[in-house]
């Protein structure tokens, strides 16, 4: 069983830049499992920010960037904003599956 | 404008079927590789299966805890896409999203979502 792991909270200042990152149960991860970046507020559907590792969805903005850090894939918010406050997603392309960390829920204050 | 809209969410007993769809447009819904995720009340995102292109197959694949009792498909001439449920649990209460694949394994549009819960 796949276990996608993200940290379950995180809290950044505003402006400041935090990093949340997805990793795996046994191994590493690599961008072979394209990793991918969601952003969801409450009662809303997710909105794309990071595909294959590291592009970002139209009209994400550039404080938004996707990187393999060591073992991980990781989300960087660089000049975070109040609204930036939401769950964050990731998840992992397993060939014939996908498997979504369990979020993370980002604080802004 | 580019959009999915699910519908045909609603109560269910468990053991009953429901079967939900998802229209679009604004894209070659024909040529997209297609998706469901859902998400359990307070709970994250669970990828729920996949259906590709019919030019490429138009071949499904499901994760392990509604395989065998879901089963996806799509009508190309109608742009629609479906979710059949069968056999439901009160665990497959969820909001369900319809989503187009990218080529890069990624999510990309959404839909709003439809609730679907399951309870006697």
């Known amino acids: 069983q796949t276990v996608v792991t993200q940290e379950p909270s995180f809290s950044v200042s505003p402006g400041g830049t935090v990093t949340l990152t997805c990793g795996l149960s046994?191994?590493?991860?690599?961008?072979?499992?394209?990793p991918s970046w969601y952003q969801q507020t409450p009662g809303q559907a997710p909105r794309t920010l990071i595909y294959?590792?590291?592009t970002r969805s139209s009209g994400v903005p550039d404080r938004f960037s996707g990187s393999i850090l060591g073992n991980k894939a990781a989300l960087t918010i660089t000049g975070a904003q109040a609204d930036d406050e939401s769950d964050y997603y990731c998840?992992?392309?397993?060939?014939?599956?996908?498997?979504f960390g369990g979020g993370t829920k980002l604080t802004v204050l | 404008e580019v959009q999915l809209v699910e519908s045909g969410g609603g109560l269910v007993k468990p053991g009953g079927s429901l079967r939900l769809s998802c229209a679009a447009s604004?894209?070659?819904?024909?040529?997209?590789?297609m998706s469901w995720v859902r998400q359990a009340p307070g709970k994250g995102l669970e990828w729920v299966g996949r259906?590709?292109?019919?030019?490429?197959?138009?071949?499904?694949d499901y994760a392990a805890p509604v395989k065998g009792r879901f089963t996806i498909s799509r009508d190309d001439s109608k742009n629609t896409l479906y979710l059949q449920m069968n056999s439901l649990k009160t665990e497959d209460t969820a909001v369900y999203y319809c989503?187009?694949?990218?080529?890069?394994?990624?999510?990309?549009?959404w839909g709003q979502g439809t609730m679907v819960t399951v309870s006697s």
């Open positions: 989503t187009t694949l990218t080529a890069q394994a990624a999510f990309d549009i």
């Open positions: 604004g894209f070659t819904f024909s040529n997209a590789w």
């Open positions: 259906i590709k292109s019919k030019t490429d197959g138009g071949t499904t």
């Open positions: 046994s191994g590493s991860v690599s961008t072979s499992y394209y």
């Open positions: 294959s590792t590291n």
């Open positions: 998840v992992l392309y397993m060939g014939r599956a996908w498997v």
